[in-house]
Protein backbone atom coordinates (compact mmCIF):
# COMPACT_ATOMS: atom_id res chain seq x y z
CA UNK A 1 0.00 0.00 0.00
CA UNK A 2 1.67 3.08 -1.02
CA UNK A 3 1.93 6.13 2.23
CA UNK A 4 0.59 9.58 1.08
CA UNK A 5 1.34 12.21 2.51
CA UNK A 6 -0.36 14.01 5.19
CA UNK A 7 -1.95 17.26 4.54
CA UNK A 8 -1.63 18.50 8.32
CA UNK A 9 1.85 17.49 8.37
CA UNK A 10 4.15 20.43 7.05
CA UNK A 11 6.32 18.85 4.68
CA UNK A 12 10.15 19.08 4.72
CA UNK A 13 12.27 21.16 1.54
CA UNK A 14 15.32 18.99 0.60
CA UNK A 15 18.59 20.66 1.71
CA UNK A 16 20.90 22.56 -0.18
CA UNK A 17 24.32 20.79 -1.06
CA UNK A 18 26.98 22.46 0.33
CA UNK A 19 29.57 24.16 -1.82
CA UNK A 20 33.04 22.74 -1.97
CA UNK A 21 34.87 25.44 -1.46
CA UNK A 22 33.02 27.49 1.12
CA UNK A 23 32.45 26.07 4.96
CA UNK A 24 29.26 24.19 6.09
CA UNK A 25 25.91 26.22 5.55
CA UNK A 26 27.72 29.89 4.40
CA UNK A 27 27.98 29.60 0.96
CA UNK A 28 28.74 33.54 0.48
CA UNK A 29 31.43 34.50 3.34
CA UNK A 30 32.73 37.90 3.89
CA UNK A 31 35.64 38.94 2.24
CA UNK A 32 38.72 39.12 4.41
CA UNK A 33 41.03 41.73 3.88
CA UNK A 34 44.48 42.49 5.26
CA UNK A 35 44.76 44.68 8.63
CA UNK A 36 44.78 48.41 7.18
CA UNK A 37 48.62 49.65 7.73
CA UNK A 38 48.48 52.87 10.02
CA UNK A 39 49.48 56.08 7.89
CA UNK A 40 52.38 58.13 9.88
CA UNK A 41 52.71 61.64 8.78
CA UNK A 42 56.04 62.61 8.61
CA UNK A 43 58.19 63.32 11.15
CA UNK A 44 58.69 67.38 11.90
CA UNK A 45 62.59 68.24 12.40
CA UNK A 46 62.63 70.95 15.01
CA UNK A 47 65.95 71.83 13.52
CA UNK A 48 64.11 72.82 10.25
CA UNK A 49 61.70 74.56 11.86
CA UNK A 50 63.57 76.80 14.12
CA UNK A 51 66.14 77.21 11.64
CA UNK A 52 63.24 78.73 9.10
CA UNK A 53 61.67 81.12 11.94
CA UNK A 54 65.40 82.27 12.70
CA UNK A 55 65.58 83.09 8.58
CA UNK A 56 62.27 84.63 8.14
CA UNK A 57 62.67 86.81 11.63
CA UNK A 58 66.21 87.81 10.37
CA UNK A 59 64.53 88.99 6.97
CA UNK A 60 62.27 90.88 8.53
CA UNK A 61 64.75 92.55 10.97
CA UNK A 62 66.67 93.36 7.88
CA UNK A 63 63.83 94.75 6.06
CA UNK A 64 62.89 97.16 8.44
CA UNK A 65 66.15 98.42 8.49
CA UNK A 66 66.43 99.12 4.53
CA UNK A 67 63.36 100.71 4.59
CA UNK A 68 64.10 103.07 7.31
CA UNK A 69 65.92 106.30 7.27
CA UNK A 70 67.55 106.62 10.65
CA UNK A 71 70.81 104.85 9.92
CA UNK A 72 72.66 108.38 10.58
CA UNK A 73 70.44 110.73 12.52
CA UNK A 74 70.60 114.63 13.14
CA UNK A 75 68.78 114.89 16.04
CA UNK A 76 65.05 115.91 15.53
CA UNK A 77 66.13 117.16 12.07
CA UNK A 78 65.97 113.82 10.24
CA UNK A 79 67.99 111.21 9.81
CA UNK A 80 69.61 109.42 6.26
CA UNK A 81 69.33 105.73 5.26
CA UNK A 82 69.51 103.21 2.35
CA UNK A 83 66.26 105.26 0.69
CA UNK A 84 67.77 108.82 1.05
CA UNK A 85 67.40 111.44 3.52
CA UNK A 86 64.64 112.84 5.31
CA UNK A 87 64.33 116.29 6.60
CA UNK A 88 61.90 117.28 9.36
CA UNK A 89 60.83 120.49 10.70
CA UNK A 90 58.10 121.33 13.10
CA UNK A 91 57.08 117.25 12.91
CA UNK A 92 56.76 117.46 9.19
CA UNK A 93 58.94 115.06 7.24
CA UNK A 94 60.12 114.94 3.86
CA UNK A 95 61.87 112.31 2.15
CA UNK A 96 64.50 113.11 -0.66
CA UNK A 97 66.18 110.21 -2.61
CA UNK A 98 70.33 110.08 -2.71
CA UNK A 99 69.74 111.06 -6.58
CA UNK A 100 68.14 114.02 -5.94
CA UNK A 101 70.72 115.60 -3.55
CA UNK A 102 73.25 117.89 -4.86
CA UNK A 103 76.54 118.48 -4.49
CA UNK A 104 77.27 114.39 -2.65
CA UNK A 105 80.68 112.57 -2.86
CA UNK A 106 79.46 109.53 -5.65
CA UNK A 107 80.85 107.08 -2.93
CA UNK A 108 77.30 107.33 -0.52
CA UNK A 109 74.70 107.20 -3.54
CA UNK A 110 76.81 104.48 -4.94
CA UNK A 111 77.10 102.19 -1.69
CA UNK A 112 73.54 103.55 -0.87
CA UNK A 113 71.73 101.66 -3.99
CA UNK A 114 74.29 99.00 -3.99
CA UNK A 115 73.20 97.88 -0.38
CA UNK A 116 69.48 98.48 -0.99
CA UNK A 117 69.39 96.25 -3.89
CA UNK A 118 71.54 93.46 -2.48
CA UNK A 119 69.73 93.79 1.03
CA UNK A 120 66.35 93.24 -1.40
CA UNK A 121 67.36 90.20 -2.72
CA UNK A 122 69.03 88.83 -0.18
CA UNK A 123 65.62 88.98 1.99
CA UNK A 124 63.93 87.50 -0.87
CA UNK A 125 66.18 84.31 -0.98
CA UNK A 126 65.98 84.40 3.20
CA UNK A 127 61.74 84.05 3.01
CA UNK A 128 62.17 81.50 0.09
CA UNK A 129 64.66 79.30 2.70
CA UNK A 130 62.26 79.82 5.64
CA UNK A 131 59.55 78.96 4.25
CA UNK A 132 61.22 75.82 2.65
CA UNK A 133 62.77 75.12 6.15
CA UNK A 134 59.23 75.34 7.75
CA UNK A 135 58.30 72.63 4.98
CA UNK A 136 61.65 70.25 5.74
CA UNK A 137 63.06 70.64 2.42
CA UNK A 138 66.54 71.69 3.83
CA UNK A 139 67.99 70.34 0.14
CA UNK A 140 66.08 73.46 -1.30
CA UNK A 141 67.74 75.85 0.13
CA UNK A 142 70.05 78.37 -2.01
CA UNK A 143 72.54 78.11 0.02
CA UNK A 144 75.61 79.74 -2.10
CA UNK A 145 73.22 82.29 -3.40
CA UNK A 146 72.39 83.13 0.36
CA UNK A 147 76.30 83.20 1.23
CA UNK A 148 77.17 85.34 -1.75
CA UNK A 149 74.00 88.04 -0.74
CA UNK A 150 74.89 88.07 2.57
CA UNK A 151 78.86 88.77 2.11
CA UNK A 152 77.83 91.55 -0.59
CA UNK A 153 74.98 93.08 1.32
CA UNK A 154 77.58 93.67 4.28
CA UNK A 155 80.16 94.60 1.90
CA UNK A 156 77.96 97.20 0.66
CA UNK A 157 76.03 98.68 3.71
CA UNK A 158 79.93 99.00 5.33
CA UNK A 159 81.21 101.29 2.72
CA UNK A 160 78.07 103.63 3.23
CA UNK A 161 78.38 103.52 6.73
CA UNK A 162 82.12 104.36 6.16
CA UNK A 163 81.39 106.90 3.42
CA UNK A 164 78.85 109.09 5.98
CA UNK A 165 80.86 108.64 8.66
CA UNK A 166 84.30 110.71 7.17
CA UNK A 167 84.30 114.14 5.31
CA UNK A 168 82.11 116.75 5.59
CA UNK A 169 79.00 114.98 5.23
CA UNK A 170 79.51 113.45 9.13
CA UNK A 171 79.38 116.71 10.81
CA UNK A 172 76.13 116.58 13.01
CA UNK A 173 75.16 113.51 12.48
CA UNK A 174 75.25 110.48 15.11
CA UNK A 175 75.02 106.58 14.12
CA UNK A 176 71.39 105.41 14.21
CA UNK A 177 69.60 102.24 15.30
CA UNK A 178 69.04 101.73 11.95
CA UNK A 179 72.61 100.64 11.39
CA UNK A 180 72.67 98.17 14.61
CA UNK A 181 69.36 96.75 13.03
CA UNK A 182 70.64 96.30 9.40
CA UNK A 183 73.61 94.80 10.97
CA UNK A 184 72.07 92.45 13.17
CA UNK A 185 69.73 91.26 10.56
CA UNK A 186 71.96 90.17 7.43
CA UNK A 187 75.03 89.06 9.42
CA UNK A 188 72.46 87.18 11.84
CA UNK A 189 70.96 85.17 8.93
CA UNK A 190 74.38 84.35 7.88
CA UNK A 191 75.45 82.47 11.14
CA UNK A 192 72.49 80.62 10.83
CA UNK A 193 72.83 79.39 7.41
CA UNK A 194 76.30 78.56 8.81
CA UNK A 195 75.61 76.97 11.78
CA UNK A 196 71.94 75.53 11.67
CA UNK A 197 71.13 75.36 7.70
CA UNK A 198 74.13 74.01 6.52
CA UNK A 199 74.38 70.86 8.71
CA UNK A 200 70.94 70.35 7.86
CA UNK A 201 71.56 70.26 3.97
CA UNK A 202 74.63 67.85 4.47
CA UNK A 203 72.14 65.78 6.25
CA UNK A 204 69.64 65.60 3.69
CA UNK A 205 71.61 65.39 0.48
CA UNK A 206 75.52 64.61 0.59
CA UNK A 207 75.86 65.83 -2.44
CA UNK A 208 74.29 69.09 -1.39
CA UNK A 209 74.89 72.92 -3.07
Not at 16 to 26: E, K, M, S
Not at 85 to 95: A, K, L, N, V
Not at 122 to 143: E, S, T
Request: glycine letters at 12%.
Amino acid sequence: MQNTPDPQQPQQLPQPHAHPFYPQGNPNPAPSYPPATPVTAPATDVRARNAGIALLGAAGVTLIAVLSKAWFTAGEEGGVGLLGIETCRRSMCQGISWFDVKHIPTQIPIFATMGLVAALVAIAFLVHAGVMLLQNRPGNVKLKWISQLVGLTSGAITGFVVALSIGDWSRGLHIGWSTFLGYAGILGAGAVMGFMVKPLMKAASPSTH
